[in-house]
C-alpha cells in the first residue's frame, strides 16, 4: 500500500485530491489520473476609497461647472476600518489601505449647511481585493439668509430716516 502526496508550496492551497491518494501495488499495477490540482492564493492588495466634497450652488445634487471642492470638512468611515478624514483645498478626500468588506462613508454637516447628494446620506461600498471605489462625492447647498428692519415710513419716501422707528410684531412672509 502506497500513500501518494504532495508538498504544498507557500501561496497554494491543493484544490485535487481533499487530501491524498492511497493505492495498493499488485504484480503489473498501472495507476492513472492520479493528478493534483492547485490554486494559487493571491497576493491581497488594499482597497481605496474617493470622492469630493462640493459646494453645490444651486442645489441640484449635481456637481456643476464652477461649483469648487469645499475645504477642512470632515468626512467618516465604518466598517472593518474605522477612520475620519478632512478634505484638502480641493475638496477631495481617501480612506487607503482597505481591508475587504462593506464600509459606510458619510459627512460631518456643517451649520447652515444641506446634503443634495447623496440623496440617502451616505455611500455603502464593497471593497474587495484592490477595489478603488472612486466618485463617492458629497454635495452642499449653503442655506441663505434674508434679514431687514420692519419701519415706520413717515414721510412715504421710501427710506428709513433718521427720525423713523421701528416696528414690532408685524408678519413678514417668504
Given at each position: 500500500n502506497y500513500?501518494?502526496?504532495e508538498v504544498?508550496?507557500e501561496?497554494w492551497?491543493q484544490?485535487?485530491?481533499?487530501?491524498?491518494?492511497?493505492v495498493t501495488?499488485?504484480?503489473?499495477?498501472?495507476?492513472?489520473r492520479?493528478d493534483f490540482g492547485?490554486?494559487?492564493?493571491?497576493i491581497?492588495?488594499?482597497g481605496?476609497i474617493?470622492?469630493?466634497k462640493?459646494?453645490?450652488?444651486?442645489g441640484?445634487?449635481?456637481?456643476?461647472?464652477?461649483?469648487?471642492?469645499?475645504d477642512?470638512?470632515?468626512?467618516?468611515?465604518?466598517?472593518?476600518?474605522n477612520?475620519?478624514t478632512?478634505?484638502n483645498?480641493?475638496?477631495e478626500y481617501?480612506?487607503v489601505?482597505l481591508t475587504n468588506?462593506?464600509y459606510?462613508?458619510s459627512?460631518i454637516?456643517q451649520q447652515?449647511?444641506?446634503?443634495?447628494?447623496?440623496?440617502n446620506g451616505?455611500f455603502t461600498?464593497?471593497?474587495?481585493?484592490?477595489t478603488n471605489?472612486?466618485?463617492?462625492?458629497f454635495?452642499?447647498f449653503?442655506?441663505?439668509r434674508?434679514?431687514g428692519?420692519k419701519f415706520?415710513?413717515?414721510n412715504?419716501?421710501?427710506?428709513?430716516?433718521?427720525?423713523e422707528?421701528t416696528l414690532?410684531?408685524w408678519?413678514i412672509?417668504?
Amino acid at each position: 500500500n502506497y500513500t501518494i502526496g504532495e508538498v504544498l508550496q507557500e501561496g497554494w492551497i491543493q484544490t485535487k485530491p481533499l487530501g491524498n491518494y492511497t493505492v495498493t501495488m499488485k504484480s503489473r499495477s498501472i495507476f492513472s489520473r492520479k493528478d493534483f490540482g492547485n490554486f494559487k492564493i493571491p497576493i491581497f492588495v488594499p482597497g481605496q476609497i474617493h470622492g469630493i466634497k462640493f459646494n453645490d450652488i444651486n442645489g441640484n445634487g449635481i456637481r456643476d461647472d464652477g461649483e469648487n471642492g469645499l475645504d477642512g470638512w470632515n468626512i467618516t468611515l465604518y466598517g472593518p476600518i474605522n477612520a475620519s478624514t478632512s478634505t484638502n483645498s480641493l475638496g477631495e478626500y481617501w480612506f487607503v489601505n482597505l481591508t475587504n468588506g462593506t464600509y459606510v462613508v458619510s459627512e460631518i454637516l456643517q451649520q447652515g449647511w444641506i446634503q443634495t447628494i447623496p440623496k440617502n446620506g451616505t455611500f455603502t461600498i464593497n471593497v474587495i481585493n484592490a477595489t478603488n471605489s472612486t466618485g463617492n462625492d458629497f454635495g452642499n447647498f449653503k442655506l441663505g439668509r434674508v434679514s431687514g428692519f420692519k419701519f415706520n415710513d413717515t414721510n412715504k419716501n421710501g427710506l428709513w430716516d433718521v427720525n423713523e422707528t421701528t416696528l414690532s410684531v408685524w408678519n413678514i412672509t417668504l
